[in-house]
């Protein structure tokens, strides 16, 4: 009998013969896995090309924990940015810390335009503010503690993936440094005073000790109240206040450190002042009234500038006063929770009219304080000065002795100054690792997009691709044909 041809693997009776597409795959096999090479290999070379195109992004993340940040200011007070991170001076220094060769004037221009700061919030803050949004409720502004840093540059920059890892912690490190500095470490115009007089004047050793005694002791006092103040606002974390720190070091407190502050100016700084106004010491007594004279008609000059702003502060002050009916309680009537809120104008207008008047009051008394101020620093200097011209009337006596006494006063003087000043260092340095250790920390650290990442998509995409045509043209390939049949 004769034999039939084998069937199509595809037929009109929409029957599936997979006998028959096995037998075609298997006979075009050598012809899929050339061209899935083949794809291989263009996959990889156009991933290549591309990502070398395309920006390599560098990411790394850091949480910032530091007093005040709940409510989106820094600890003194300042408004905090997210984008500080990444000012100029940071990155400037960063750069020179990487130690980056073949610098070029536009680089930090350009790695600063690359960063990008945003802020990570979780899905669950995003339900509950969606969730009290949809009842009607005020949020408040809420300030995300954990923030992404993220770098992107092309792959052929001159910075190569280790040192765009690098730079972005160096970044972290330097906004770290900066922000101690600020606001942990003892400001740079404490400690300096004996420095700044050299070859000085007698006479000025008292003006240049007494400001410098003064900053110091409003220094402490500064510290001491934002204890207060946080303890006011954190009742939970009372224990890291300043007011009751204690150093683990040296065993002081910042109440300590301003008694002891105290009494350095009253015993020891007090008696070597003594001793120079009783005795009217001074290198040179005319070129001493001489810098007296100058000094004090520049605190004139000051006195009444203060006086003038003053006065305008006081005017405003007093047709504020006049016009008393602006000065009104605002009340604020209740509405259903359903209705859309209504802004009166009266009520606008009672809150600006007593912000104004507080704020004239403020400045009234800061301008009044300002003048006393200035008015005190010229009532002593003209003491000061009007003894310096006794003694110039008089005829000059020895005062090798004293001069030598008041000299080696001095020097003792400093050796317990820079002791004060070296305890002060050491709590502050202690408070600030007890108050300031996560005020910026790196959870996580840098990493960039991996190159083998694309060439593994385009090697697949590559290999799928080259499968495909081959196994289509294997099923295209017509049937091999059959020898006739014999007859019986």
Same mark, same amino acid.
């Given at each position: 009998?004769?034999?039939?041809?084998?069937?199509?693997?595809?037929?009109?009776?929409?029957?599936?013969?997979?006998?028959?597409?096995?037998?075609?795959?298997?006979?075009?096999?050598?012809?899929?896995?050339?061209?899935?090479?083949?794809?291989?290999?263009?996959?990889?070379?156009?991933?290549?090309?591309?990502?070398?195109?395309?920006?390599?992004?560098?990411?790394?993340?850091?949480?910032?924990?530091?007093?005040?940040?709940?409510?989106?200011?820094?600890?003194?007070?300042?408004?905090?940015?997210?984008?500080?991170?990444?000012?100029?001076?940071?990155?400037?220094?960063?750069?020179?810390?990487?130690?980056?060769?073949?610098?070029?004037?536009?680089?930090?221009?350009?790695?600063?335009?690359?960063?990008?700061?945003?802020?990570?919030?979780?899905?669950?803050?995003?339900?509950?503010?969606?969730?009290?949004?949809?009842?009607?409720?005020? /949020?408040?502004?809420?300030?995300?503690?954990? *923030?992404?840093?993220? =770098? #992107?540059?092309? +792959? $052929?920059?001159? %910075?190569?993936?280790?040192?765009?890892?690098?730079?972005?912690?160096?970044?972290?490190?330097?906004?770290?440094?900066?922000?101690?500095?600020?606001?942990?470490?003892?400001?740079?115009?404490?400690?300096?005073?004996?420095?700044?007089?050299?070859?000085?004047?007698?006479?000025?050793?008292?003006?240049?000790?007494?400001?410098?005694?003064?900053?110091?002791?409003?220094?402490?006092?500064?510290?001491?109240?934002?204890?207060?103040?946080?303890?006011?606002?954190?009742?939970?974390?009372?224990?890291?206040?300043?007011?009751?720190?204690?150093?683990?070091?040296?065993?002081?407190?910042?109440?300590?450190?301003?008694?002891?502050?105290?009494?350095?100016?009253?015993?020891? /700084?007090?008696?070597?002042?003594?001793?120079? *106004?009783?005795?009217? =010491? #001074?290198?040179? +007594? $005319?070129?001493? %009234?001489?810098?007296?004279?100058?000094?004090?008609?520049?605190?004139?000059?000051?006195?009444?500038?203060?006086?003038?702003?003053?006065?305008?502060?006081?005017?405003?002050?007093?047709?504020?006063?006049?016009?008393?009916?602006?000065?009104?309680?605002?009340?604020?009537?209740?509405?259903?929770?359903?209705?859309?809120?209504?802004?009166?104008?009266?009520?606008?207008?009672?809150?600006?009219?007593?912000?104004?008047?507080?704020?004239?009051?403020?400045?009234?008394?800061?301008?009044?304080?300002?003048?006393?101020?200035?008015?005190?620093?010229?009532?002593?200097?003209?003491?000061?000065?009007?003894?310096?011209?006794?003694?110039?009337?008089?005829?000059?006596?020895?005062?090798?002795?004293?001069?030598?006494?008041?000299?080696?006063?001095?020097?003792?003087?400093?050796?317990?100054?820079?002791?004060?000043?070296?305890?002060?260092?050491?709590?502050?340095?202690?408070?600030?690792?007890?108050?300031?250790?996560?005020?910026?920390?790196?959870?996580?650290?840098?990493?960039?997009?991996?190159?083998?990442?694309?060439?593994?998509?385009?090697?697949?995409?590559?290999?799928?691709?080259?499968?495909?045509?081959?196994?289509?043209?294997?099923?295209?390939?017509?049937?091999?044909?059959?020898?006739?049949?014999?007859?019986?």
């Amino acid at each position: 009998m004769p034999t039939s041809p084998p069937s199509p693997p595809f037929s009109d009776d929409d029957r599936i013969d997979f006998a028959g597409l096995f037998t075609y795959l298997r006979r075009g096999l050598r012809l899929i896995l050339s061209l899935a090479a083949l794809g291989l290999a263009a996959g990889i070379a156009i991933s290549l090309l591309l990502s070398y195109k395309q920006a390599a992004v560098s990411t790394l993340r850091v949480t910032f924990g530091f007093s005040g940040f709940e409510r989106g200011t820094y600890p003194n007070g300042a408004k905090f940015q997210p984008d500080d991170i990444r000012a100029p001076d940071i990155v400037n220094e960063a750069i020179k810390h990487l130690g980056v060769h073949d610098l070029t004037p536009d680089l930090a221009t350009k790695v600063r335009g690359a960063i990008g700061v945003s802020g990570i919030v979780s899905q669950n803050i995003i339900k509950e503010r969606d969730k009290l949004r949809a009842a009607g409720q005020n /949020l408040p502004p809420y300030f995300p503690d954990e *923030y992404e840093i993220s =770098l #992107s540059l092309p +792959r $052929d920059f001159i %910075l190569d993936v280790r040192q765009r890892e690098l730079l972005l912690a160096e970044i972290v490190n330097v906004y770290l440094e900066k922000f101690r500095r600020t606001y942990a470490d003892l400001p740079p115009q404490f400690g300096n005073a004996f420095d700044s007089l050299n070859n000085a004047d007698f006479v000025e050793y008292e003006l240049v000790l007494t400001k410098e005694m003064q900053n110091l002791h409003f220094f402490l006092e500064q510290k001491i109240d934002a204890g207060d103040e946080s303890q006011h606002r954190e009742p939970t974390n009372r224990l890291r206040t300043a007011k009751i720190f204690r150093s683990p070091t040296n065993n002081l407190s910042f109440q300590d450190l301003l008694k002891q502050t105290e009494l350095f100016t009253q015993i020891q /700084l007090n008696e070597v002042l003594s001793q120079i *106004y009783i005795y009217g =010491l #001074s290198k040179d +007594r $005319d070129y001493a %009234l001489t810098k007296m004279n100058y000094y004090m008609r520049t605190l004139e000059d000051q006195e009444q500038q203060l006086k003038e702003e003053e006065a305008v502060v006081t005017g405003l002050l007093a047709r504020t006063q006049e016009r008393s009916q602006n000065y009104v309680l605002a009340t604020k009537t209740q509405q259903p929770q359903s209705a859309q809120p209504m802004l009166d104008q009266g009520f606008i207008d009672a809150l600006l009219a007593n912000d104004a008047y507080n704020f004239l009051i403020r400045r009234a008394l800061d301008a009044g304080l300002a003048v006393k101020r200035v008015q005190g620093d010229i009532a002593r200097l003209a003491d000061r000065r009007k003894r310096m011209q006794s003694f110039t009337n008089q005829e000059g006596k020895d005062q090798a002795a004293v001069i030598a006494s008041t000299r080696e006063a001095l020097g003792r003087l400093e050796k317990s100054y820079q002791e004060l000043i070296s305890k002060i260092r050491v709590v502050l340095d202690d408070y600030a690792r007890q108050e300031y250790a996560d005020s910026v920390r790196i959870t996580m650290q840098a990493k960039t997009s991996s190159l083998l990442l694309n060439l593994m998509l385009g090697s697949a995409v590559g290999v799928a691709f080259g499968l495909a045509i081959g196994a289509g043209l294997s099923l295209l390939k017509p049937a091999p044909a059959l020898p006739p049949a014999s007859s019986a």
